[in-house]
């Protein structure tokens, strides 16, 4: 516990009897004695290619009067023909190859029932030679000139769309890095005096439009009402654009309200004010001039540079009917890139107006979501899939979540791809909806392999995977990473109500720097964990997952959180490291269990439970908890509905160990822990989180089994 497929024949474009072997999605695996051939695709997609021409070649020929195709959109149409076509048989295969360049999309690429593949074949897109195809949802910004701005050298860019009301955006990437709006303070956070609107009694799900600044920390700068604050409070962030700063009274007013009653205390930032752009890297867009203006980094030219900013807020679309039992069945999408997509809060947005999504419900003037940014849409997404594949693929500098399967989407595989800089999470899975039709509940999706990091960019409460109402997914050897709120979220039932997220697994993923980045920044939010679930999870296993670095602000940086209604899961094997409020949580639920764990270094307590029922809570047995600072147990144990048994417990700084208000013996009294021990595990090297049991440990005695860890997080693809 020390932490420091590809192949297929084709014949012209077909190749009867194919089969691919996903993992998990029940497609047949080929005999040996089959394996095919590789040959060249049968259609073809370049930078340089003609949708006039036929597709059927990778380079324009002398004449110049065929070649491949310039667009994804034009591939899909001639794969769709071919599937119309007399003959087809079952098994038949059709392969994209997708040279390397940049692909700009005038609009999202959209795939209806018409583009699934034959039965039992496959439609693959792949992306081919050195260089990734790279599908962009932005627009290159050139014409720069040297201008100069709040005494500052930057250069300037005209766009006449942005000057015109066709365009605007929020975010901006110069050579491959995102780059911030016009930030105060520039790295950071202000805190919220006080709360002028929220008098006595007020609801704490009640926002505000208006709170007051500490002195000289805002000021009414001549384009303040161009800005926006993010102000991070509870479990979740709000943005609110300004209207107003009145410096005498030290209010900043504003025309959105907060999602909840917000406190003294709580962070924020104020960015894009046109007097506030002072370090390198940052940018403001003028919107009545219609012109950009960027403060460059050292050593950065215009000559060489290349900025891109978002245009549409959806790169590609799948359009399924699974109400109606249609299904986009049987593609694959290989070795590509999508990029550059932007979504925001529409006019007239009301992020209440489905009630499922929410709670509690906000008004509809609210500028944010209640939790987990839930209502941020992916830049891929799609209802009615089966059977569609993602595999080696990269998801970047991207405005929302990066991919989502909502809907009826089933049996569908995301392998080996590379989701980072998101301005929400990565991947989300389901709906928070209850579906009645079984054919449009989301289910049998997994995540395998995949690097998930750098997260919550511009929706600080987003998640790195989440999964709604949905079962049976399997998330294995994962690498999640640098949010700012919760890494994996499964289920969206508060309570003991139905719901639907049953029988998922989550295994030997690796989980860190949750709440606080890996560069310090944060934590900034509360009430998250390395996983949260909620509501009825019977079947759900949570198994051999590596989880540390997890900080909240107030309360709530936790491992594994075990949140309201959570009803029967099983934890095991896990290890939880360095966490503020404790490694594990229960709040409220119900016949959980949590075995054969390793809990160490929480900051405040190492294990809690918030709420007594009349039902047990949880069975914490076989674990190893290993503490040099804070409490054993924090929260509330006054009744007896939970049951600790044969856990090995040690204070590395040593003294006595307290069991909530009483002593060990009086703990053992209350027949909890009987057969526990308080002693040294004899860990291999616990400051260097080296976790390995040294021969002789004392863990043994209690039924301890050593966890292996070896394998946690992304394998290395064949």
């Known amino acids: 516990m020390h932490f420091h497929h590809r192949h297929g024949i084709l014949r012209g474009v077909l190749l009867s009897l194919v089969c691919v072997p996903w993992l998990g999605l029940g497609i047949a695996s080929c005999p040996a004695a089959a394996e095919p051939h590789a040959v060249a695709p049968g259609f073809h997609v370049a930078p340089r290619g003609n949708d006039r021409w036929s597709g059927t070649q990778a380079a324009p020929n002398e004449a110049r009067t065929d070649g491949p195709f310039a667009t994804l959109g034009r591939a899909r149409d ?24 940049h692909y700009f999309l005038g609009e999202p690429v959209r795939f209806t029932l018409e583009d699934s593949a034959p ?16 599908f962009s949802g932005g627009r290159r910004i050139t014409g720069w000139k040297a201008a100069s701005l709040n005494g ?14 066709r365009w605007y955006f929020r975010q901006l990437w110069v050579n491959g890095e995102r780059r911030p709006r016009a930030r105060h303070p520039n790295r950071g956070y202000l805190a919220v005096e006080s709360i002028p609107e929220a008098k006595a009694g007020v609801a704490w799900s009640e926002g505000q439009a208006q709170f007051r600044f500490k002195a000289a920390d805002l000021q009414a700068w001549p384009t303040v009402a161009h800005g926006e604050v993010r102000v991070m409070n509870r479990w979740v962030e709000s943005h609110l654009p300004v209207v107003r700063v009145d410096e005498a009274q030290r209010l900043v007013n504003f025309g959105k309200h907060s999602v909840f009653k917000l406190d003294a205390g709580d962070l924020y930032y104020l960015e894009h004010v046109r007097e506030l752009l002072d370090a390198p890297g940052e940018w403001y867009l003028d919107r009545a001039a219609g012109v950009l203006y960027y403060a460059p980094k050292p050593g950065e030219s215009m000559e060489g540079i290349e900025a891109i900013a978002p245009v549409l807020s959806e790169l ?6 699974p109400e109606a039992g249609g299904f986009i069945e049987r593609l694959s999408f290989e070795n590509l890139t999508f990029a550059h997509s932007e979504w925001y809060f529409p006019d007239g947005f009301d992020a209440g107006k489905d009630k499922a999504q929410v709670w509690p419900p906000p008004k509809a003037d609210v500028g944010g979501f209640a939790q987990a940014a839930v209502g941020v849409p992916g830049a891929v997404r799609g209802e009615g899939v089966r059977e569609v594949a993602f595999e080696g693929c990269r998801f970047v500098h991207l405005g929302g979540y990066a991919l989502e399967l909502g809907r009826g989407c089933r049996s569908n595989a995301i392998h080996g791809c590379d989701l980072g800089d998101l301005g929400a999470g990565g991947i989300k899975l389901g709906e928070t909806m209850l579906r009645r039709n079984p054919a449009e509940v989301a289910r049998d999706n997994e995540v395998v392999d995949c690097h998930i990091h750098d997260g919550g960019q511009m929706f600080h409460s987003a998640i790195g995977i989440w999964i709604g109402q949905s079962p049976s997914n399997r998330l294995l050897h994962n690498h999640i990473h640098d949010f700012y709120y919760t890494g994996i979220s499964i289920g969206w039932t508060w309570g ?36 949260y679930t909620l509501g009825l999870q019977a079947g759900t296993v949570i198994r051999n997952n590596l989880w540390h670095d997890i900080a909240g602000i107030r309360y709530g940086g936790w491992g594994i959180y075990f949140d309201e209604g959570t009803t029967r899961i099983l934890a095991e094997n896990n290890v939880v490291c360095r966490t503020t409020h404790g490694g594990f949580h229960q709040h409220y639920g119900k016949d959980n269990i949590v075995r054969n764990n390793v809990f160490a270094f929480a900051r405040d307590h190492q294990i809690q439970r918030s709420r007594p029922e009349s039902h047990r809570s949880f069975t914490f047995e076989r674990n190893l908890v290993y503490w040099n600072r804070g409490v054993l147990l924090g929260g509330n144990y006054d009744d007896s509905n939970y049951l600790f048994q044969s856990n090995l417990y040690w204070p590395e700084a040593g003294g006595e160990v307290r069991f909530a208000k009483g002593s060990f013996a009086q703990w053992q009294a209350r027949g909890q822990d009987t057969n526990s021990l308080i002693a040294n595990p004899q860990f291999a090297n616990p400051a260097r989180d080296d976790f390995t049991l040294r021969p002789g440990s004392p863990a043994s005695r209690v039924g301890f089994q050593p966890i292996d860890l070896r394998t946690v997080g992304v394998r290395r693809r064949r």
Not at 79 to 98: L, M, Q, Y
Not at 119 to 134: K, L
Not at 156 to 165: C, I, M, P, Q, T
């Open 78 to 101: 001639a794969v769709r023909a071919w599937t119309r076509a007399p003959g087809r048989a079952p098994g038949d295969v059709a392969i994209v190859g997708i040279q390397g360049g």
């Open 316 to 321: 590609v679309r799948f359009d399924g009917k």
């Open 496 to 531: 003991y109500g139905e719901a639907r997220a049953t029988n998922n697994t989550v295994a030997f993923n690796h989980v860190h720097h949750i709440g606080v980045k890996s560069d310090g920044d944060g934590p900034i939010l509360s009430d998250m964990a390395g996983i």
């Open 152 to 165: 500052r050298a930057v250069w300037a860019a005209e766009l006449s769309e942005v000057r015109e009301g």
């Open 119 to 134: 039965a039992r074949g496959r439609i693959r897109y792949v992306g081919v030679g050195e260089r990734r195809p790279v």
